[in-house]
């Protein structure tokens, strides 16, 4: 689903580089938790995944798009192929959250009855058919990221980023939100998730790659949010 | 195939949907965008109008100039036709009339208190001419001054002409420039209102790329919303300059007649299409342009 080899990530302005070197590979059907303290690197990478900053050099193959030869028109085919769930949110506040859900799906050019088909089934996933006439502004920060979660699920993308999922969350409703990229991980759909949440990575035990100094210093397949000591199984260890 | 053709139907009828959407939406956006066309256009459109009743005016007065041809004693009433026919046929010349030396004479002693019967008529045959092209006058005056045997004398005011002429092309300059500048500052100005509108939408369009919007997708909205301003802005301005041209016109007929007959009626259906046309595209570029710097950023 995901390959990464000798990806550096220099900004413009000089000579700050956000990522050193990086080696990744994500079969499909993978969940990855990315850790780190901020400044890591984790949203350079994702944002490497989604093709919003391009490496500096490198190569990059996401959802068998070649990214360091991806032309600008095959950007939106590319984030086709993937949810992203925004550390912000990222929704349009002046629609409902039934609004904000279809946006996904008219942008595609799905018919209304295709929405009207699959929306409630994915508010159903995220628990937020209740409220699907409500505004954002009138929601709490959990259920706003709920309705950015369901609207990265609702065309069931074989890939799903989401950076800091329950950064802002009380533990109770990160933990529900953290069940529903379970859930889309059962369904098949390959995780890379950008986290601090602790509890939750040390508690579900699925893959971590943590990063420091835009370096991956560990990779482990039933990891935890702090090194267990134990070497890991490989990549990127320096 | 027709699946396909079906949703990409289906997201340009959303897309534009949307634009009117928007429109109602970001309704402070839309006045202020409207507005800044408007006043634009009103400042170029009363500028064209007064400059083209400028230009028309001191255009007809220089086509007032009269130059006189008399001709020599010798010539006979059976040349006359033929003289006519030469200098209407030399480039330039809009009128030739032709005033007897009969005539003349009975023209300038009409109005005197005494007898003229005896007094020898010395007057000659006379031509009036006047030109299509003022410029081309001291070239036609040229021209016949060189049939000696026929032409005594031409009558030019070339003084006056010239100067009016000057005059002509100095307005000329100053109107191209005028309005060369205020065409740029619309255009700056328009394209600021609209950047202004594209900047506050910055978050929607990186949300509709976020979730794989194409760029079609995201410029028609806002292009349709752009041509939607530049219309509603060039409406506006052709009503006000609609109004203003009436009443321009009324006063000056009411208060100045004698400025009447230099006053020309402008087609203001024809100007009204051009200015609304104008912030159509004024408003279309505008968005083009502005969006064209958030789609680049990703």
């Known amino acids: ?238 | 195939m027709l699946e396909g053709f079906l949703s990409w139907l289906r997201s340009v009828g959303f897309s534009i949907g949307e634009a009117f959407v928007n429109l109602r939406r970001h309704r402070l956006m839309t006045a202020a965008a409207i507005t800044t066309i408007a006043v634009t256009l009103i400042l170029v459109g009363s500028f064209l109008l007064t400059f083209y009743q400028v230009k028309t005016a001191t255009d007809r007065a220089a086509s007032e100039f009269e130059m006189r041809v008399f001709c020599r004693d010798t010539v006979t009433k059976a040349q006359v036709p033929e003289i006519r026919q030469r200098i209407r046929q030399i480039p330039g010349v809009a009128t030739v009339e032709y005033t007897s030396r009969e005539q003349a004479f009975r023209d300038y002693t009409h109005d005197l208190p005494i007898d003229v019967r005896g007094i020898p008529n010395k007057f000659s045959e006379e031509f009036k001419v006047t030109f299509a092209d003022p410029k081309k006058a001291g070239a036609v005056a040229r021209v016949i001054r060189g049939w000696h045997g026929d032409v005594q004398e031409v009558a030019l005011p070339e003084k006056e002409m010239s100067g009016v002429l000057r005059i002509i092309a100095f307005l000329r300059t100053i109107g191209f420039v005028t309005a060369t500048v205020l065409l740029f500052g619309a255009l700056v100005v328009v394209s600021n209102t609209i950047r202004l509108s594209v900047f506050s939408r910055r978050r929607e369009i990186r949300i509709m790329q976020i979730v794989g919007a194409a760029p079609w997708f995201i410029r028609l909205p806002m292009l349709l919303e752009g041509l939607i301003h530049g219309l509603l802005g060039g409406l506006v301005a052709s009503a006000c300059l609609y109004a203003v041209d009436r009443s321009a016109q009324r006063l000056i007929t009411d208060v100045i007649p004698m400025l009447a007959r230099y006053f020309t009626r402008v087609d203001m259906l024809q100007f009204a299409v051009a200015i609304t046309g104008a912030g159509a595209l004024i408003g279309m570029l505008g968005s083009l342009l502005s969006i064209r710097r958030y789609l680049r950023a990703i």
């Open chain 1, 1 to 238: 689903m995901i390959h990464l080899t000798g990806v550096n990530v220099t900004y413009r302005s000089g000579d700050v580089t956000a990522l050193h070197h990086i080696h990744l590979h994500v079969p499909p059907g993978d969940f990855v938790f990315l850790v780190g303290p901020t400044g890591a690197g984790k949203s350079t990478l994702l944002k490497l995944l989604y093709h919003d900053i391009a490496p500096t050099n490198g190569n990059i193959t996401v959802a068998g798009f070649d990214l360091t030869r991806l032309r600008a028109r095959d950007i939106p085919r590319l984030r086709r192929k993937m949810g992203i769930v925004l550390q912000d949110y990222g929704l349009l506040p002046q629609r409902t959250v039934w609004e904000n859900i279809a946006f996904a799906c008219q942008v595609l050019g799905q018919s209304h009855r295709e929405i009207r088909r699959k929306l409630p089934e994915v508010l159903e996933l995220v628990r937020m058919g209740h409220r699907c006439d409500a505004f954002p502004g009138e929601l709490s920060g959990g259920e706003q990221q709920r309705v950015a979660i369901a609207r990265a699920l609702v065309n069931q993308p074989p890939l799903l980023i989401a950076d800091e999922p329950t950064g802002n969350l009380d533990p109770e409703t990160g933990e529900g939100i953290l069940q529903v990229l379970e859930e889309a991980n059962q369904r098949g759909a390959t995780l890379i998730v950008a986290t601090h949440d602790k509890a939750a990575v040390d508690r579900m035990r699925k893959r971590v790659v943590a990063l420091r100094g835009g370096r991956i210093i560990r990779d482990e397949t039933n990891g935890a949010y702090e090194s267990s000591g134990v070497p890991s199984s490989g990549v990127g260890v320096v």
